[in-house]
């Protein structure tokens, strides 16, 4: 089994950064899908950003150009680093991997298909 664990997240004001971090471990290999999720109070848990394990990137249109997701493959670490934070960006930030599929595959899978999660990490943006 994949264990996740997050770190990094905080309170900023409106325009500010964070940088999120997920260790991953427990596995034999560091590349599979991992991505970002998150989930503000009342909402359904949303996909934020999406990693194939092999550099190649995918992100929500509401974070595009803001965000940006990264794989240590060595250290089988995930990280999000966020600028331009806006109020609507508050939410719990989870990390979350599926060690069964890798490139590709990574892009056409939702929520229900990652098998992992870490404990979230809150992220309060005050405008």
């Known amino acids: 089994a994949v264990q996740l664990v997050e770190s990094g997240g905080g309170s900023v004001q409106a325009g500010g950064s964070l940088r999120l971090s997920c260790a991953a471990s427990?596995?034999?290999?560091?590349?599979?899908?991992m991505a970002w999720f998150r989930q503000a109070p009342g909402q359904e848990r949303e996909k934020v950003a999406v990693?194939?394990?092999?550099?190649?990137?995918r992100y929500a249109d509401s974070v595009k150009g803001r965000f940006t997701i990264s794989k240590d493959n060595p250290k089988n670490t995930l990280s999000l680093q966020m600028n331009s934070l806006k109020s609507e960006d508050t939410a719990m930030y989870y990390c979350?991997?599926?060690?069964?599929?890798?490139?590709?595959?990574?892009?056409?899978?939702?929520?229900?298909?990652?098998?992992?999660w870490g404990q979230g990490t809150q992220v309060t943006v005050s405008s």
């Open positions: 979350a991997a599926d060690p069964s599929r890798y490139g590709g595959a990574c892009f056409r899978i939702g929520r229900s298909d990652f098998a992992y």
């Open positions: 990693d194939d394990g092999y550099g190649t990137t």
């Open positions: 427990g596995y034999k290999t560091s590349r599979y899908c």
